[in-house]
Each structure stands twice: as C-alpha cells, then as structure tokens.
C-alpha cells in the first residue's frame, strides 16, 4: 500500500520561508514524478512543481525563482524550499507522485501553509 506523508507545513509571515517534505513508502517500482500541488480556499488545486526521476524540475511561473523542488531517489523523498513567501501562497499543499508502470498516480493528505500580511 503505497502512503505519502507529508510534513512541515504552517505559519509564517509574508517574506519568509517553510520547508515541507514528503515521503512515500510501500512503493515497489520506480517512481517517474515526484511533485507538489496546493489549493487555496474556494480554488481548484494547482500545480506547484514537478522532479524528475533525472533530475529535471519544472515550476509553475507563480513560484519560479522562490521555491526550490528537489529530491531523493534512493529515500523516495521529496521536499519543497519556500522562499519568500507570499500570502497568496497560502493553500493546503499536497505531495503528488506517479508510477508510470502501474499508471497510477499516489498523492499525500496534505499540508497547510498559511502566509499572513
């Protein structure tokens, strides 16, 4: 049964920083991405950032050159480096990942952050 747990979400005032990790268990195949997605009161979920199983990484234009993806194979681990926050940032922030060989996508329970004034 594959789990994502994630952790690290909270409170921070506009201009500081969180770190949130994820890490999945009960994976037997290779993960291809490994990302975050969030979603703001009343707002679909939005895509945050993607890492590759290479090494690429890919940010929504909202969060380029703020936050900061990377992410560990061999611990099937993932974290997100935010930077400069901003209170549109605030969302719940979910961690995502796909399997391509079991065409399945997994994804975390999410994790609040909150970017006051």
């Known amino acids: 049964q594959v789990q994502l747990v994630e952790s690290g979400g909270g409170w921070v005032q506009a201009g500081g920083s969180l770190r949130l990790s994820c890490a999945a268990s009960?994976?037997?195949?290779?993960?291809?991405?490994m990302g975050w997605y969030r979603q703001a009161p009343g707002k679909p979920r939005e895509w945050v950032a993607t890492?590759?199983?290479?090494?690429?990484?890919n940010y929504a234009d909202s969060v380029k050159g703020r936050f900061i993806i990377s992410r560990d194979n061999a611990k099937n681990t993932i974290s997100l480096q935010m930077n400069s926050l901003k209170p549109e940032d605030t969302a719940d922030y979910y961690c995502?990942?796909?399997?391509?060989?079991?065409?399945?996508?997994?994804w975390g329970q999410g994790t609040q952050v909150t970017v006051s004034e």
């Open positions: 995502h990942i796909r399997i391509a060989a079991w065409a399945s996508d997994y």
């Open positions: 009960g994976v037997t195949a290779i993960i291809n991405d």
């Open positions: 890492a590759g199983r290479g090494g690429t990484t």
